[in-house]
């Protein structure tokens, strides 16, 4: 097949990310961008070598003849920018979170099946190897049944983070601190774990001035599907702390940290009453720096639109993460336990865009 054309949509922050990442794909050629302001598309171009630099996501498309595209603008506008370029004629990488509501994912999902092109979600924390290796180990059934899976991330973020995008901070557009900087961990948590079931939650806004139902801080009960239990905290008002998960089953337990495999332990099969003798596993995994998970999750799209393949993240397994979050949210206003299916299903109204 010949190489794709691709573009990136949305010129700030992740939108770098995954020109440099395009560029180290094998199979694509990074040929155009998009963006709400003339000057913003402009100086990406300039940036990147790139002759061509639109304000409108279909007119790149046409324009450019384009093959493929990478949403990276703000988490509420996914949806239509998706919708547009799906309709438009080209497949689609989606930053993370897919979108902030469950009827915009819906209408995404669907979006792209009508226009029988690729939708992928950008996990990539799913491609660093210490989260394979943990994946293999539990699916291989090195730790036995899970009974507890555990997920924190505990992360500072001054008043001006929020203050510095009008987007940041608001329920619509950015969605708090589990749909913004604790996604990964939520998603890698369920992903390793085998899904979340149904979720209680308390959610507070500790220190910091934002808009109405956008938390900084957030500690959930979990049940998984497959029975075992959990909790996830999350927090962008802590000074110290760090992102943690530690999976513990009846045969043995895994932790990551990191990037890396900080604990890794299965049982010998000698116990007593009062506890259970465990060998160390010593794992020496490599450490990928920032950019190294785009790349390979950019290669996998990339290779999975010229073999016309699924992809790693297709778009149902990338909103899987978002419904927990919005069954977290319900739960928190509810003050009861909420299905992450109900959400999925629509059964559950807070989980939908207000106005729709």
């Known amino acids: 097949m010949a190489q794709i054309r691709y573009g990136i949509v949305g010129c700030g922050g992740i939108g770098a990310t995954h020109a440099e990442a395009v560029r180290s794909a094998d199979g694509a050629t990074l040929v155009a961008c998009a963006n709400r302001s003339k000057a913003g598309a402009r100086v990406f171009a300039d940036d990147h070598g790139l002759d061509a630099w639109y304000t409108s996501v279909t007119a790149m498309i046409e324009d450019s003849d384009l093959d493929a595209v990478s949403v990276c603008t703000p988490s509420g506008t996914h949806a239509d920018v998706t919708i547009e370029a799906a309709q438009a004629g080209a497949d689609v990488l989606c930053e993370k979170p897919l979108d902030v509501y469950a009827d915009r994912m819906d209408r995404m999902i669907d979006a792209c099946e009508a226009a029988d092109v690729t939708l992928a979600g950008v996990f990539q924390e799913r491609f ?177 639109v010229r073999e016309n393949r699924e992809p790693a993240v297709p778009g149902r397994e990338a909103r899987r993460a978002v419904d927990v979050i919005l069954a977290a949210e319900a739960a928190a206003r509810r003050e009861a336990t909420v299905s992450v299916d109900a959400v999925r299903s629509g059964q559950v109204p807070e989980a939908t865009t207000p106005d729709g």
């Open 128 to 304: 660093q190897p210490a989260t394979r290796r943990a994946k293999a180990a539990i699916d291989a059934g090195e730790l036995g049944q899970p009974v507890l899976g555990d997920a924190q991330v505990k992360w500072f973020r001054p008043q001006a983070y929020y203050d510095d995008a009008t987007w940041k901070g608001t329920r619509d557009l950015d969605g708090g601190v589990l749909m913004s900087q604790a996604i990964h961990t939520i998603d890698r948590l369920q992903w390793l774990v085998g899904g979340i079931e149904s979720v209680r939650a308390v959610t507070d806004s500790h220190d910091r001035d934002l808009a109405a139902g956008c938390e900084t801080t957030a500690a959930l009960a979990v049940r998984f599907e497959n029975g075992a239990l959990g909790t996830i905290s999350a927090t962008t008002a802590t000074k110290g702390g760090d992102d943690r998960i530690e999976i513990n089953g009846t045969e043995g337990s895994i932790a990551l940290a990191g990037g890396d495999i900080v604990a890794f332990e299965v049982g010998t099969g000698e116990q007593t009453h009062y506890g259970a003798e465990t060998t160390a596993i010593d794992e020496d995994v490599e450490s990928l720096e920032w950019g190294a998970g785009h790349v390979r999750g950019v290669a996998d799209f990339v290779e999975a």
